[in-house]
């Protein structure tokens, strides 16, 4: 590992041999020039430092500096965007940003079950044409391990258009990916993820634009209040309030603020999702299908 890559506290060996790793991993790559898909979250930020850190370790003689491109999308917050290129910088990587709008495309707009490969597709599609553009042929998105166990089947176009997901071939997991970056300084070691807007909405729910804009401001308002896991599920006319458990008795102690502030976001019935926060609880009407259809058969 690269000595003078400096951590901000102690690492166990196992930890400091996974970083040696995924260090070791982009210099071998260095002269195809590496580019990344940065969103400004835990793990493309981990990416950008480990690859940012393997073009500065002196083994490639002036490599180009990392490609950082950054997707503004309309089911992703746009108040991402400056923040992605500022992090990119700060990481001596070079940002380029790509506005995508994914409403184009008339089969997305419907929400289907496939709707993260339509939608992976479009915008790695887009990414990887401005990579080799400029000349970069290692593009690499924040796969990692944990996502081998969730239903994505957006990462079926990774391996159709020849997208590396490094975390994910090397095994690390996400809370692997938060221990690191906390280690190393990084500031999204404890930031939350923030899936795509479309999964607030259950499959084949018309993805209406002001509708998300609505559940993207209310999760904010709640993140605001100090709820750190928010998702606002949507389903017509149920507004579905998913927290960490540990936070139900804040939430209830607020009770009167926070249906005062849903309702004038237009939601006539709020409730509270008694099973807490669960990454992907919208996922379940399709693996639930799923295992019905394959213990019938």
Request: aromatic share 6%.
């Amino acid at each position: 590992m690269n000595t003078s890559i400096k951590m901000d506290r102690e690492l166990s060996p196992k930890l400091l041999q996974t970083y040696a790793g995924l260090t070791a991993y982009f210099q071998s790559e260095l002269h195809r020039g590496i580019c990344i898909a940065y969103s400004g979250g835990v793990d493309s930020t981990l990416l950008l430092k480990a690859a940012s850190d393997a073009a500065s370790s002196g083994i490639a003689p002036k490599p180009r500096p990392v490609l950082a491109v950054i997707l503004e999308t309309q089911l992703h917050p746009h108040s991402d965007t400056q923040q992605a290129v500022q992090r990119a910088r700060q990481l001596h990587a070079l940002p380029e940003v790509i506005r995508v709008n994914e409403f184009q495309d008339p089969q997305l707009l419907n929400n289907p079950d496939n709707r993260c490969y339509l939608c992976k597709h479009l915008l790695f599609s887009e990414l990887k044409t401005r990579a080799l553009e400029h000349g970069y042929c290692m593009i690499c998105d924040g796969s990692n391990k944990d996502d081998e166990g969730e239903y994505r089947p957006g990462m079926k176009v990774l391996k159709e258009l020849g997208i590396r997901s490094p975390l994910l071939e090397l095994g690390i997991t996400k809370s692997e990916v938060r221990a690191l970056s906390g280690a190393l300084g990084l500031p999204t070691a404890a930031l939350p993820s923030t899936p795509c807007l479309a999964t607030r909405l259950p499959y084949g729910t018309y993805l209406d634009r002001d509708l998300l804009l609505r559940i993207h401001t209310g999760e904010q308002w709640l993140r605001e209040q100090g709820f750190y896991n928010v998702r606002l599920r949507f389903h017509e006319p149920l507004l579905r309030i998913e927290i960490d458990c540990s936070d139900f008795s804040k939430l209830l102690r607020m009770r009167e603020q926070v249906i005062r502030q849903m309702k004038s976001l237009g939601f006539l019935y709020v409730t509270l999702d008694l099973e807490g926060f669960r990454s992907g609880s919208m996922d379940l009407q399709i693996t639930n299908t799923s295992s019905a259809h394959s213990a019938i058969s």
